[in-house]
Structure formats: C-alpha cells, structure tokens
C-alpha cells in the first residue's frame, strides 16, 4: 500500500478507496464516506501512514450524537442560517455540513486528529458545501462565533475538564452554545437546558446497543 503523504489528494483518495458513500439513519440530507467496520479501516489506516498505535478512526462513522446534532440543526435552520458557526471536535464533519447547507455565513470544523480533518474536507466536497477545518485543539480561543455546536463530547473526565470551562465562557461571552450528549457519565450535571431529544439508530461497533437516546442541550449562565 503506497505511504499516505501529509498531501490533501493522497489522504483523500485513501479514504475514498477504504470506505463508502452512505448517509447517517437521523440525517438522510447528509452524505459521508462511511466506514462499515472499525478494524480493518483502523489496519490500514496504521500501514498506509506507516505508524502503529493510532488512535481509531472515528472520523469514518456519524456516532449517535453527531447524528442527533446534525438533525436537530437540520430541524431548526434559523438557529444557524446567516450565522458564524463552529462545530467542535468535528469528527466526520457532518454537523459543520448541515450547517453549511442551511446558509451560515461562515462555516468553521475543529478537530486535532489530522485524519479527521482530512475526511472532514472530503466530504465536504461530497457535500458540495465549504467548511473551514481548524486542524488545532481551539480551546481556549477567544469568541468569534454566533454558534457553537459540539457532538459527545463528554465521554471522559479530562475531556469535560478541559473543554467545560471554555465552552461556558463562550456562552457567557454571547454565543448560543449547543450540544448533544446520548447518556455520557461525564456531561454536567448543572448549566445546561434540554432543547431537543432524539432516538437514533447507531453502530455496535461503536456502542453497546444498536440505537441510543440522546438529548440536546443549550448551555446557559
């Protein structure tokens, strides 16, 4: 297998000869190359860059709450049309597609796995929809979005340490702050307001169950 260069073109192509075309169960509107199952993707993930040890390429599946995110986006448009809009620890990017689709002004997908960042480009060009993707951990930069969107992201304690201080200070500071936690043990108990709750069909090779309950969340002072 020939090496994945640090080359848009090379990461791209690799992904779209490793995974297929399908849309998410809760967001049809969606396109993403998907993968159908995490070992062998993660297998040639390591042999094509040619490192052991990576982390799993969770950028090839739409989990529960990025699905329940992206139609809860999907379902409420003015809440991000005209608007500067990041979405957080992006994964696949299908949140930051949505939200493109429906006429932000200003699209921007962070994520620090470069992978990610890579599939996130990709399918937006699948999409036919701009996304700027912020290859960096952002946390702690200053407000310059309207909206910030983020999917499970409270999977860990460290995680939600690191992350929970900022993004209250980005509510704080004006921005609408949404997420989507499908039962997650970490997600604070205090600060949040339910907005949303959908039942989504998901993958067991990345959950226990076959579908999850996941709620949406509005972070307020």
């Not at 990610?116 to 993707?133: D, F, H, K, Q």
């Not at 960096?136 to 340490?161: I, K, L």
């Amino acid at each position: 297998m020939t090496p994945v260069s640090a080359s848009y073109e090379a990461a791209s192509a690799f992904i779209q000869a490793n995974t297929e075309v399908a849309s998410p169960p809760a967001c049809p509107e969606i396109k993403l190359w998907t993968a159908t199952e995490v070992t062998p993707l993660w297998e040639a993930t390591e042999e094509a860059l040619l490192r052991v040890n990576l982390p799993p390429p969770y950028w090839a599946f739409c989990w529960a709450g990025g699905q329940a995110l992206t139609r809860w986006v999907l379902d409420h448009p003015e809440m991000v049309a005209g608007k500067r809009v990041l979405d957080f620890a992006a994964g696949s990017g299908v949140t930051a597609l949505a939200v493109a689709k429906l006429g932000a002004a200003r699209v921007e997908a962070a994520e620090i796995d470069p992978m990610a960042c890579y599939a996130i480009r990709t399918n937006a060009e699948l999409n036919g929809v701009e996304v700027e993707v912020l290859a960096d951990d952002v946390v702690g930069s200053a407000c310059r979005w309207d909206v910030v969107v983020a999917g499970d992201v409270c999977y860990e304690a460290p995680m939600t340490a690191h992350i929970w201080p900022w993004l209250v200070k980005l509510a704080a500071e004006g921005a609408m702050v949404v997420m989507a936690d499908p039962g997650r043990a970490y997600l604070p108990k205090t600060g949040l307001l339910r907005v949303g709750h959908y039942t989504v069909v998901t993958s067991l090779d990345l959950e226990d169950k076959a579908q999850r309950d996941v709620g949406i969340y509005k972070i307020v002072g």
